[in-house]
């Protein structure tokens, strides 16, 4: 078991560029999670997938935001057209869960992906 | 909505004090109850868990009890040493909501001096 692993760990950008950032779930976890974390604050919920679909997407995602997960493994997590706002850390989890949502399951993360947008 | 409340920090305390970081939560169903750390420059730790009323979670001296009466999650540990200084985040996982997603406070900073 390696963990989760995520790519790059830093971006600096400039606005209006676009982004993207690479997850590499726990090998057999199903579930696979996508949550940003500003200075000072919790991390906030953006998008999950279990296996290929997304099946949850946050408000906070705007239409700028796109999240894949091609072959229910790894993840990508693209920003379109970066804004200031947009500065914050990125984090990725994954977890083994069924089909039942009471299942109790446990996310483990990875070291996120810090972006400063300039 | 579903919500976590934690007590602000920082929080500063001696070599083998006594810690208390309070948590509360706000939620319609029956959430699992966790508490994460986060070290310096490290990811979220998952540091323990419950999944139902009177469970106490418990790791590495940490200890929570899920308090379904008082909405609470209080993390403790009697005796608190440098290597715990991070930043302490409670949360919780909505039961028949949104499959799982956690819903986090905003995290309580603990430095521990020698």
């Known amino acids: 078991d390696t963990g989760v692993s995520q790519d790059p760990r830093h971006k600096i950008t400039k606005r209006g560029q676009n982004v993207t950032f690479r997850c590499d779930p726990i090998?057999?976890?199903?579930?696979l999670y996508w949550y940003r974390q500003t200075l000072g604050q919790g991390p906030e919920f953006l998008t999950y997938f279990q296996n290929e679909a997304q099946l949850e997407k946050s408000r906070l995602l705007s239409d700028r935001f796109s999240a894949e997960r091609p072959k229910g493994s790894f993840s990508t997590l693209e920003i379109q057209r970066t804004e200031q706002g947009d500065s914050a850390m990125y984090l990725c989890?994954?977890?083994?869960?069924?089909?039942?949502?009471?299942?109790?399951?446990?996310?483990?993360f990875g070291p996120g992906t810090r972006l400063l947008v300039l | 909505g579903d919500s976590v409340t934690q007590m602000e920090g920082p929080v500063t305390l001696s070599e083998e004090a006594f810690l208390t970081i309070n948590c509360t939560y706000t939620a319609t169903g029956y959430p699992s109850l966790f508490w994460y750390v986060q070290y310096p420059g490290e990811g979220l730790q998952l540091l323990l868990k419950?999944?139902?009323?009177?469970d106490k979670g418990s790791n590495k001296g940490f200890e929570a009890t899920y308090r379904k009466e008082t909405t609470s999650f209080h993390l403790e540990k009697g005796s608190v040493q440098v290597s715990d200084s991070a930043v302490y985040f409670c949360?919780?996982?909505?039961?028949?909501?949104?499959?799982?997603?956690?819903?986090f406070g905003k995290g309580t900073k603990l430095s521990v001096k020698p």
């Open positions: 949360a919780l996982a909505p039961y028949g909501g949104s499959q799982g997603n956690l819903i």
């Open positions: 419950a999944t139902k009323a009177d």
């Open positions: 090998s057999e976890h199903n579930r």
């Open positions: 989890a994954s977890s083994l869960g069924g089909p039942l949502f009471f299942e109790e399951e446990t996310q483990y």
